[in-house]
């Protein structure tokens, strides 16, 4: 670069226009010497302070496709107002997953959004947005199909915002959520459900709980019908880890027609492998389906709403001769 350091100060801003294209020009091609590119970086520090927003503006925008910047000029340009910061945050990728979601409690709300509208953001990253972020930023996170939604991430919109509609609206039609993440959704806003059901109208507690339960089962069942096997008993395990695998939800799914649930409790419950539960299922032999409810440790009506389950969607039951 030609033009001295110092000599910034006392340049107007045409010039400094003129300079942020040209050293953003420098820092985008990798041909130079270590001292040059040094040079250039400070040259590009003093513009990303200068007092002329129009300077700034300049500066970021040519910058925002250029990877050989250092940290600290990335960060400063970044943290700066709106209409500088927005460019850059858009396109840059000069900084990594960790590099983001470290900026981001320094960040204004603003920011937040940009970066939260970016393709192929991390974990850590979305992760930071829903912990220090508004309503607004979560939403747009939650919206953003490029993240991966991971558990953490939805528990964390949770923890934060299992009130707030304008989030858990875009989080509860996501379609890669997993089954556990899904039960959870629908737990917390069920609970909310139930608090309005009792303020506005002021129902009985048994019949709102009534109404609760079979909401939620039926939105769980919607997500377990398009589900694949190994979906499903990820989810039973999961919700045997939890304490919450119980007679009555294992009999509402085989009711249902899911018999891969049944499957997966059966075995989780009875400490059989889930291949010999699958043997005994596929066999349809009445007393070995009965011994195998038994020592899953389910009464006898369940015994009998299951088989009665297995005969209504065709699956065979054979009688054998000691039954």
Not at 83 to 93: H, N
Not at 230 to 244: I, P, S, T, W
């Amino acid at each position: 670069m030609d033009l001295a350091l110092g000599t910034l100060v006392n340049a107007d801003r045409l010039e400094k226009v003129v300079l942020a294209k040209r050293v953003s020009r420098f820092l985008a091609t990798a041909d130079h010497g270590e001292e040059e590119m040094e040079a250039a970086s400070n040259i590009a520090r003093a513009l990303a302070q200068d007092l002329s927003i129009q300077v700034r503006e300049t500066l970021s925008f040519e910058l925002r496709l250029c990877r050989n910047i250092p940290y600290d000029l990335a960060a400063r340009i970044i943290g700066d107002i709106e209409s500088v910061s927005g460019p850059f945050i858009a396109d840059s990728l000069t900084l990594d997953d960790g590099q983001w979601a470290g900026l981001v409690p320094q960040l204004e709300e603003h920011a937040h959004m940009r970066i939260a509208r970016r393709r192929g953001i991390g974990e850590q990253t979305a992760f930071a947005l829903l912990a220090n972020g508004s309503d607004k930023t979560a939403a747009i996170v939650v919206a953003n199909t490029d993240i991966v939604m991971s558990d953490r991430l939805c528990d964390k919109a949770l923890e934060r915002f299992s009130d707030n509609e304008r989030v858990i609206e875009p989080l509860s039609v996501r379609q890669d959520l997993s089954l556990s993440a899904v039960e959870r959704i629908i737990r917390r806003v069920s609970e909310n459900y139930k608090r309005v059901l009792m303020a506005n109208y002021s129902l009985p507690k048994k019949l709102v709980a009534e109404l609760v339960f079979k909401t939620q089962y039926e939105t769980l069942w919607k997500q377990i019908a398009k589900a694949g096997p190994a979906q499903v008993h990820g989810y039973v395990v999961d919700l045997k880890r939890q304490g919450r695998l119980n007679e009555t939800l294992t009999l509402e799914m085989v009711e249902r027609g899911s018999f891969q649930f049944l499957g997966s409790a059966l075995a989780l419950e009875s400490e059989a492998t889930l291949g010999k539960v699958r043997a005994v299922l596929e066999r349809g032999e009445l007393r070995e389906i009965l011994q195998l409810i038994h020592e899953a440790g389910y009464g006898k009506s369940a015994a009998q709403r299951i088989c009665r389950a297995l005969k209504i969607n065709e699956i065979s039951v054979k009688r054998g001769v000691s039954a």
